[in-house]
Structures are given as C-alpha cells and as structure tokens.
C-alpha cells in the first residue's frame, strides 16, 4: 500500500503561482506513474500531468508551458508547480500514483485563483 498526502494549495490571485507537494509513504518503491489531477466543481476529474518512470512527461495542453511536475525520491515526494495562474485553474487537485500494487489517490487539496 501507498499513502499520499497533498498539501500546498490555498487562494491566490491571478498571475501569482503555488507549489504542491504529495508526501508518499508505504511501498512507494513499487510505483512506476506519477500524475496529478484536478477536479473543478460540475466537472470531470481531469488529468493535469504524467510523469512516467520511463518516457516523456507530458501535460495537458490547458497548463502546458505553466505547469512544472518533479519529484524528490530522496524524501518521496512529488511536486506540481504552478505558475501564472488563472481563475480557470480553480479546482481540487489530487496525486495519483500508479504501480505493481495498485491505483493510489491523495485526499485531494483545494487551489483557488480569484481578484
């Protein structure tokens, strides 16, 4: 099992940026997919980045050029950094990794761009 937890979200205003972070802990050796999420309210869940253990990191193309996914396997961790943020990027965000022992989900925390 892989317990992750989000943290770093808050309210910004348009322009500024924000650091998510998504503290794994368990078998995180068996991970092989790290993405992260976001969820706006009446919408789909929709997938923001994908960073696999081989091959390209890509995002979608709403972020593209704003979004930046790393991670720290020192501390386990993984990061969404965004920058220039719009009102539009309002949502919960969640991190989701993927491995040889399942699907695993953060709690999911809340980032709102408003003036």
């Known amino acids: 099992q892989v317990q992750l937890v989000e943290s770093g979200g808050g309210l910004v205003l348009p322009g500024e940026s924000l650091r998510l972070s998504c503290a794994a802990s368990g078998s995180t050796d068996s991970i092989y997919v790290w993405e992260w999420y976001r969820q706006a309210p009446g919408k789909q869940r929709e997938l923001v980045a994908h960073?696999?253990?081989?091959?390209?990191?890509t995002y979608a193309d709403s972020v593209k050029g704003r979004f930046t996914i790393s991670r720290d396997n020192a501390i386990n961790t993984l990061y969404l950094e965004m920058n220039n943020l719009k009102p539009e990027d309002t949502a919960t965000y969640y991190c989701?990794?993927?491995?040889?022992?399942?699907?695993?989900w953060g709690q999911g925390t809340q980032v709102t761009v408003s003036s």
């Open positions: 989701f990794q993927a491995g040889s022992r399942g699907n695993f």
């Open positions: 960073m696999p253990s081989t091959g390209r990191t």
